[in-house]
């Protein structure tokens, strides 16, 4: 079974940056995307950012020209490179990779990490 290990969350002032990664333990064939969510308190989970299998990418308007979602297929790494944090950023974050089609088709979740952004 493939594990998600996410990483980089933490406390940091608005107007800050966080790196967040997220290693998957061992290579995932097939991939198709591999996402970023976040869920605030008392807020649904959302979509951040996604990366596809053509290395095209999407983001959420409210953080497009802040992040930078990125992937590093050699050692099986998704990262969010989150600039100009701000207090309405924090959440926790979890990363998503989809793999496989129809009946093979499958997702994996990250255990989520915490970025507090404080005003």
């Known amino acids: 079974q493939v594990q998600l290990v996410e990483s980089g969350g933490g406390l940091v002032q608005a107007g800050g940056s966080l790196r967040l990664s997220c290693a998957a333990s061992r290579r995932i064939f097939g991939i198709s995307a591999m996402t970023w969510y976040r869920q605030a308190p008392g807020k649904q989970r959302e979509l951040v950012a996604r990366?596809?299998?053509?290395?095209?990418?999407a983001y959420a308007d409210s953080v497009k020209g802040r992040f930078t979602i990125s992937r590093d297929t050699a050692n099986n790494t998704l990262y969010l490179q989150m600039n100009s944090l701000k207090p309405e950023d924090t959440a926790v974050y979890y990363c998503n990779i989809a793999s496989g089609v129809g009946p093979l088709y499958s997702e994996l979740w990250g255990q989520g990490t915490l970025v507090t952004v404080s005003s």
């Open positions: 990366i596809l299998d053509s290395d095209r990418t």
